[in-house]
């Protein structure tokens, strides 16, 4: 999610989700031939993007201004040239001030930017709300703008990582009944020691 913001007369808020579309968990998943993944099936948001979506649309309430969802890969604030706060369970906007809060194993930090900033935020964050009907027949004349890479100046590289092959999980064994007829203890302790587990 990127804050920005005209300047500080300028109350027109721009909020941009940044999500990802992933294929349909619920569908079967294929390779191509080249060993990537097959993006001609039913996509879905990725679910974690749905925390992020709203805790956008809460700061437009709350603010004014505009949400914008960007579907693209991971990107870096560094790639931006804007600040970056991270894991975020709560976010408050004072003015150009943007200010998260956030658990770590270290303790809890407050930590704050100016606008505009990139903030990650956690699951936690906002609890998604449901579409409305009139929201989603609104959703439907909206502009979605497909960028190539060359209109954003981006060369296509290698991949990092390449999937060589996808098998079925092994089904699950059925397990064993142990009578406690008195030896239920030897039996069991007998199981976990051939398991290698004890």
Known sequence: MTLS?????????????????????????????DHTLARDREVVLDPGDECGIEEG???KEAHGGEVI???MGPERAELLG???????????????????????ADGYQVVEA???????????????????LKGIMAARSKEIKQVGLGELGVERGEP??????????EARKAGAIVQD???????????????KVV
């Open 82 to 104: 804007v600040p970056q706060l991270t894991i975020a369970k709560k976010v408050e906007v004072d003015g150009s001030t943007v200010r998260i809060h956030r658990q770590t």
């Open 181 to 195: 007829d008195g030896t239920a203890v030897d039996r069991i302790l007998q199981v976990l020691a051939e398991a």
């Open 5 to 33: 913001r005209r300047s500080d007369n300028d109350l027109h808020v721009k909020i941009v989700v940044t999500v990802k579309q992933v294929p349909d968990p619920n569908s079967a998943t294929l390779l191509e031939p």
């Open 69 to 71: 969802l960007v579907s």
């Open 57 to 59: 649309l809460q700061l």
């Open 114 to 132: 100016s606008t505009p900033v990139l903030i990650t935020v956690t699951a936690g964050i906002a609890e998604p709300r449901y579409a409305s």
């Open 160 to 169: 990092g990582e390449t999937i060589e092959g996808l098998a079925d999980a």
